[in-house]
């Protein structure tokens, strides 16, 4: 069977401002499309598995915080409201469709240590089996990787992208799709730039291409461009294609998984 029309393990990965709006709160409609689809890609014979980031600004927004917290022990305990929220709403909307998900909370040292990540896999595996859709997020309640980062200091996770790559390699898939506020890698800041290009393919990460990645985003999340081309890189060791693509239009998850050309693929085929 061709590879574009064959049953494909899939990793996708949904950024903090995909899943809430520019004040913090919940964006419903939003979470509801991304259940939808995932459970129709699902429905067609493809194995999904969902990382998910906005812990703490979900948490922030469900304590009604007029903006994200700046104390780490207040960081965690907005994660920890958060998780809750997150997972009682994706419970709620991926049952709507007839499927069961299951909740995996990750530190650096689960995946760093060998016996731990080879249990992780197994894990994985058993969900999948299962036919559960495993929903991915950092234990922010009792690890400060993702919070430390936005200081500088370099971790084993530190960013979902980061992590979604490492789930990536551990359940060895097939893709991984990076759903994001922006439409891909562009040649130049789109937000500075009206004439930029949109790259829509990328065979190695060269300095070029590292050197076209901007700062951090929006001011729930933690992530950016950095961050993504890096999780590209452990993608590609793991002969892995990454496609990074917008999440407003969730309808594009369609075409990437048929191997469209959607958003900027980084190729480990190449």
Known sequence: MDRQTAAL?????????????????LNLQSMDHLARTLSDLKGMGHQ???????????????????????ELRMKQAAAAVGQCEMMH????????????????LLTGEDVDDPIRSNHLSSTFSALLELGCIPIVNENDSVSSAEIETETGKAKVLGDNDTLSA???????ADLLILLSDIDGLYDSDPHQNPNAKLIHRVEAITPEIEALAGGKGSKWGTGGMVTKITAARRAMEHHIDMVIANGARMELLYDIVAGAGVGTRFSARS
């Open 9 to 25: 393990r899939v990793v996708v990965k949904v950024g903090t401002s995909t899943l809430t709006r520019p004040n913090g709160s």
């Open 48 to 70: 999904i598995i969902l990382v998910s980031s906005g812990a703490i600004g979900i948490g922030a927004g469900k304590l009604k915080l007029s903006q994200r917290p700046q």
């Open 89 to 104: 709403i994706y419970d709620k909307l991926f049952g709507e469709y007839g499927q069961n998900v299951a909740q995996i």
């Open 166 to 172: 490492i789930v990536a390699g551990l359940c060895r």
